[in-house]
T-cell receptor, first 109, second 113 residues
Framework: QQPVQSPQAVILREGEDAVINCSSS?????VHWYRQKHGEAPVFLMI?????EQKGHEKISASFNEKKQQSSLYLTASQLSYSGTYFC??????????FGKGTRLSVIA | DGGITQSPKYLFRKEGQNVTLSCEQN?????MYWYRQDPGQGLRLIYY???????QKGDIAEGYSVSREKKESFPLTVTSAQKNPTAFYLC????????????FGPGTRLTVL
């Protein structure tokens, strides 16, 4: 089943914080987060693994609640470059990633 | 440079014609995937392959076909049976362990006239 992302869209001023949520009805092994700019391919941000390990490389943090099968992406002190659509992809086993419909984030000056 | 290449970047075709989109990776990944993205929509899985000479249908395989004759290549053919083929097509690859990052190619934007 496709994970559910919320909110669908959010507008921030530079410097404000945002949280994007991703929830699944299936038991998850990992959650993968991506950001996509208009007309470009999604770019990897972070993996959250069952057991709490994180793998990522940007100034963005995330959490993974195994009991609720939910992940949250935290964007702090947002910059104009944070604008884009954020997707979560969930992995439940030896199956392909299933992506949510995305959250459109707009950061304005 | 290691990565995934897709060609062409833009493709225009007349209705009723088959068209093949190229996807090549030099990351030595076992698994490769094709996604379709429509404006304002998420990523929908068309086909995937976890090993050479084997592939599985995704959620929207009707009107598409693939082959996986080599580990590094996973071409997608959009056939005339696909009723609405105009979309952004993304190829991706990943090692099949759950901790491994999935990488995307730059995409091909197909427009059917």
């Amino acid at each position: 089943q496709q994970p559910v992302q919320s909110p669908q869209a959010v507008i921030l001023r530079e410097g404000e914080d945002a949280v994007i949520n991703c929830s699944s009805s299936k038991a998850l092994y990992s959650v993968h987060w991506y950001r996509q700019k208009h007309g470009e391919a999604p770019v990897f941000l972070m993996i959250l693994l069952k057991g709490g390990e994180q793998k990522g490389h940007e100034k963005i943090s995330a959490s993974f609640n195994e009991k609720k099968q939910q992940s949250s992406l935290y964007l702090t002190a947002s910059q104009l470059s944070y604008s884009g659509t954020y997707f979560c992809g969930t992995l439940s086993g030896n199956t392909p990633l299933v992506f949510g419909k995305g959250t459109r984030l707009s950061v304005i000056a | 440079d290691g990565g995934i290449t897709q060609s062409p970047k833009y493709l225009f075709r007349k209705e009723g014609q088959n068209v093949t989109l190229s996807c090549e990776q030099n990351l030595n990944h076992d698994a490769m995937y094709w996604y379709r993205q429509d404006p304002g929509q998420g990523l929908r899985l068309i086909y995937y392959s976890q090993i050479v000479n084997d592939f599985q249908k995704g959620d929207i395989a009707e009107g598409y076909s693939v082959s996986r004759e080599k580990k590094e290549s996973f071409p997608l053919t959009v056939t005339s049976a696909q009723k609405n083929p105009t979309a952004f097509y993304l190829c991706a690859s990943r090692q099949t362990g759950g901790t491994d990052t999935q990488y995307f190619g730059p995409g091909t934007r197909l427009t059917v006239l």
